[in-house]
């Protein structure tokens, strides 16, 4: 899917563009990916565990852009980019269309600026006027700020999943399932 660029303020008073990624936005995402699953324990992946291929990128931005129900938006700073937000359908069978699922992560430094809402804000937006329902995503129990978040923006849970993740030290986190009507 594709949407037009977006420019907005942050709380900083900084200027974020938010568009669709790119296939020259591969290298980056993938650079991202690295970074951000070292920075939090709340992805799903290790760091070591990204190893996406460029081609594998380029192949997967290009079938999200070719797609009339999918976006991956990017936040840009000065040329940098700093967060993706994706909107994914839950399924192409008639009975699930109407559901969508999102997920958003940005490197550490640009959280608590207003940046990861906007983006959310878009995002649903977006999903609104592609007939989606309702939106859907999983954040690990103590992810406080995102759950925050989340809630701030009309989420709600409505389901636990123990033991959802275990790290390399043995330790398990647990993760809500929660859901916003549109």
């Known amino acids: 899917m594709i949407c037009k660029p977006l420019k907005v303020i942050d709380k900083t008073g900084c200027e974020v563009i938010?568009?669709?990624a790119d296939i020259g936005d591969a290298e980056c995402l993938i650079?991202?990916?690295?970074?951000?699953?070292?920075?939090?324990?709340?992805?799903?992946?290790?760091?070591?565990?990204?190893?996406l291929s460029l081609e594998e990128e380029?192949?997967?931005?290009?079938?999200?852009?070719?797609?009339?129900?999918?976006?991956?938006?990017?936040?840009?700073?000065?040329g940098k980019n700093i967060g993706n937000c994706s909107l994914m359908g839950i399924g192409e069978y008639n009975r699930c269309r109407h559901r969508c699922e999102v997920a958003i992560a940005l490197y550490?430094?640009?959280?608590?600026r207003g940046i990861g809402k906007m983006m959310l804000e878009t995002i649903l937006e977006i999903a609104k006027e592609n007939n989606y329902e309702q939106a859907e995503l999983e954040v690990i129990a103590d992810n406080k700020n995102a759950i925050a978040l989340y809630e701030n923006l009309g989420f709600e849970k409505y389901g636990h999943f123990p033991n959802n993740m275990?790290?390399?030290?043995?330790?398990?986190?647990?993760?809500?399932?929660?859901?916003?009507?549109?």
């Not at 931005?61 to 840009?76: T, Y």
């Not at 550490?108 to 608590?112: A, F, R, V, W």
């Open 166 to 182: 275990k790290y390399k030290n043995g330790k398990y986190a647990d993760a809500y399932w929660m859901m916003k009507k549109l």
């Open 108 to 112: 550490q430094e640009y959280c608590g």
């Open 58 to 78: 380029q192949n997967f931005i290009q079938k999200i852009i070719g797609s009339d129900r999918e976006l991956m938006l990017v936040a840009i700073i000065d």
């Open 18 to 20: 938010l568009r669709n």
């Open 31 to 51: 650079n991202y990916l690295k970074i951000t699953t070292s920075e939090t324990p709340y992805l799903i992946r290790e760091p070591d565990e990204v190893m």
